[in-house]
Structure formats: structure tokens, C-alpha cells
């Protein structure tokens, strides 16, 4: 059997495009035989000139403009488009599904009590404007207070950074807190979070923040750390890549019955950890504590950010927030400890250092009180299951 030549039209520079390509490669590789030509691909970029004298069998796409669209249809070649812009109408595509990204984002403020929902969005992107539709359809079903914001489409040539975070923190000021507001992408969100910064707006407390595809890069760079909606997006290019393959292989695919796939759930950060609070007292030490609490911090040193006495803020954080103000501060930490054992190889020596603990026996101990594992026993387990 002839080995077949496949393109990939797919920029490598965004989290979700990633894990498209993950989808492609791990159906390349264990189901079928392909020579898989991937060149570095810009988001909205002109057609690229090796197109022109490429001899190959199939091509999975992001089309995002029509130039790419009318050029790709010139090439009479099977192919399967992974965005929801339709710039290639009668090409079979395949994308996320807006409405399930939507609900578990209106379904996440809800949860943490926001009745003041808003969506920052990016009107020269169709899967943005579907996915301001169905978040607004859902905030207002929810009897909460819908607010939105479109930025200048990032790539309208008058473009420029300066007026649209001018635009972004002149919305901020205008809206009720506390608030939720939900980017249409992480790129969108982490920009919200600037704007915020630069505002003096508390994140969380004053302004909860979720973005959409968890970038992890994008979301770890993010100050605070962006939550953010999980696509499924090796699915996706899984199974656009078993598509193309059919098609290949001569079988009708039918273009008005897209590959949908759901959202997988919401990786929470520090960006949304928290609950709607009018208490501006409590505000206050939750955000002292959020930022400070791996500095070894007391609840003393919480209540010097307010002017209650003790008795009085915990008596206020046990009603609003659930957990007395020590219990938060273990918490935050706790939290922090699980990330550094997940996501990195330091040593459990550093880790405690860097958490806010004098020993590391210390540490341990705190660990296995809070999730019923040691350090060690939660890494090996992580470990396993990325693995799997």
C-alpha cells in the first residue's frame, strides 16, 4: 500500500492548535501510515507558497480566512477543516462544541454565587460570537445580569494593544462587583487579568476570571493563575484525522453533520477560587491571604488587613466563605504544595521552602492531614495517571 501525504495547516503557537495535532499524530501513528508534512503555520496567515508544487493525498486545516479557503478548494484534494469559521463551506469540519463550553462556565460562576455575569469577546471570531450567544442565553435563563465586551478583532489591521486594553479597563470600571467574567479564548482572559491589575481590581474577590482552552502556558503565566474550560481537543484531531482517512479511502463524508466534540470540564486556577462576596473586609483578607499565604503568614498578620478583631473576621469568613481564616491559609498552601508536586520534579526539601514551611516534616505532615497521602505517595500517583 502506497504511503499517503498528508498536510497539516495548523499553527503550532496556541495550547488548543497542540493538542489538535496530538489528536492527529496518535491516530497517525497507530491506526494508518502517513507522511505528515507540518510547516510553522500563523494564525490567520496567507497561504503558504509550498502549496503550490505540494503533490500530497489529503489535508486537516484550520481555514481562518477566505484567501486560504479559495486557495485549498483549488487543490480538489480531501480535506477536513478543524474551525468553526466556515471560510471553506462544503468541507467537511470539526470543532468544540460552544453551547457545552458555555454552560460549564455560566454553571462555574453560579456555583461560587456571581449573579453579575460578563463576556469578553473578540467580534471578528464566529466561535466567539457563539459562544457570547449561548452564555448570554444561559446567564439570562439564570435570572443574572448580563454585561459584554468586544474588543477590536485582533487581526483588523487598525489593531492596535494600547486601544484595546484603553477599551478593557474602561469597561471594567463600569461594571457591578462582584463579578464573573468569562474570555472567549485564555489570550482574551489573561488580558482581562492585565487590565484588572492595572485597575487595582482584586482577582478573585472583585472580579473572577475564566478563559477557554488551558493553554497551560497562557494560564500559569497569568497573575493570578487563569482557570480555564478544557476542550477535548485530541479528540478532535483524532478523530478528524480518522475522517480524512475515510475520505481518502474514497467514503462520502457528509458535510452538514459536523464532528462535534464536548468540553472535558474546567481546570480551576486561583483566578475563580473564591466565592461572590459583598464583605469588603473579607475581600481584603482573602486576597492578602491568596497572595501571601506560602509566606509562613499568621492570622495575625490577616487581621492587620482589616479593622475587625478576631473573633469578628472569623466569625464573617466562617459565615461567607465556609472555613475559618487559619483553615483558608492551609488551604491555599495545600493547594500550591499539589501543584508544585504535579507539575514539577523539585525536591519535596524545596517545595516545602517555597510553601512556607520551616521543615519539611512539617510540611509532609500538613499534607497528609489535608489529603490523606504524603507527598510522595500524591507525586507517585500523579505520575501514574498522566502516564496512563
Not at 486557495?71 to 467537511?92: E, F, I, K, T
Not at 473576621?313 to 492551609?330: I, S
Not at 512556607?356 to 507527598?375: D, H, I, N, V
Amino acid at each position: 500500500m502506497t504511503r499517503r501525504a498528508v498536510a497539516l495547516l495548523v499553527e503550532t503557537s496556541n495550547g488548543y492548535c497542540r493538542g489538535l495535532l496530538d489528536g492527529i499524530n496518535q491516530y497517525a501513528k497507530h491506526q494508518t501510515d502517513w507522511s505528515i508534512y507540518l510547516s510553522e503555520q500563523e494564525r490567520g496567515a496567507m497561504p503558504p507558497a509550498w502549496l503550490d508544487t505540494w503533490q500530497g493525498d489529503g489535508i486537516v486545516a484550520r481555514v481562518e480566512t477566505d484567501a486560504i479557503g479559495r486557495r485549498l478548494r483549488q487543490l480538489n484534494l480531501p480535506m477536513v477543516d478543524l474551525s468553526a469559521a466556515r471560510h471553506l463551506p462544503g468541507v467537511p469540519w470539526a470543532d468544540t462544541e460552544d453551547r457545552g463550553i458555555a454552560e460549564l462556565a455560566v454553571e462555574h460562576f453560579l456555583d461560587r454565587g456571581f449573579r453579575n455575569l460578563a463576556f469578553c469577546g473578540d467580534p471578528g471570531l464566529r466561535w466567539s460570537n457563539a459562544r457570547r450567544d449561548w452564555f448570554r442565553e444561559l446567564a439570562t435563563r439564570a435570572e443574572c445580569r448580563f454585561f459584554e465586551h468586544q474588543t477590536m478583532h485582533r487581526y483588523d489591521p487598525m489593531y492596535r494593544w494600547d486601544r484595546v486594553a484603553s477599551g478593557l479597563t474602561d469597561w471594567l470600571k463600569s461594571l457591578p462587583r462582584p463579578v464573573a467574567v468569562m474570555g472567549c479564548n485564555d489570550f482574551l482572559a489573561h488580558q482581562v487579568l492585565d487590565a484588572c491589575r492595572t485597575l487595582g481590581i482584586s482577582v478573585p474577590e472583585q472580579a473572577a476570571v475564566l478563559g477557554v482552552d488551558n493553554d497551560r502556558l497562557i494560564c500559569e503565566l497569568s497573575d493570578p493563575a487563569l482557570s480555564s474550560v478544557i476542550p477535548d481537543t485530541r479528540r478532535t484531531g483524532y478523530e478528524a484525522a480518522e475522517m480524512l482517512d475515510r475520505m481518502m479511502n474514497g467514503q462520502v463524508v457528509d458535510a452538514d453533520h459536523p464532528l462535534i466534540t464536548q468540553p472535558l470540564g474546567i481546570r480551576m486556577r486561583q483566578s475563580t477560587d473564591t466565592m461572590a462576596i459583598d464583605d469588603q473586609d473579607v475581600v481584603k483578607a482573602l486576597s492578602f491571604i491568596r497572595r501571601h499565604a506560602c509566606e509562613n503568614i499568621r492570622v495575625a498578620d490577616v487581621l492587620k488587613q482589616t479593622e475587625l478583631s478576631r473573633r469578628a473576621l472569623e466569625h464573617r469568613f466562617v459565615k461567607l466563605v465556609g472555613r475559618t481564616p487559619h483553615d483558608e491559609m492551609t488551604r491555599v498552601r495545600m493547594d500550591r504544595v499539589k501543584v508544585l508536586l504535579a507539575e514539577t520534579d523539585i525536591s519535596i526539601h524545596e517545595i516545602s521552602k517555597r510553601t512556607g514551611f520551616e521543615y519539611p516534616e512539617y510540611m509532609a505532615a500538613a499534607f497528609k492531614r489535608a489529603t490523606g497521602r504524603s507527598p510522595t505517595e500524591f507525586r507517585q500517583l500523579v505520575q501514574s495517571d498522566a502516564a496512563s
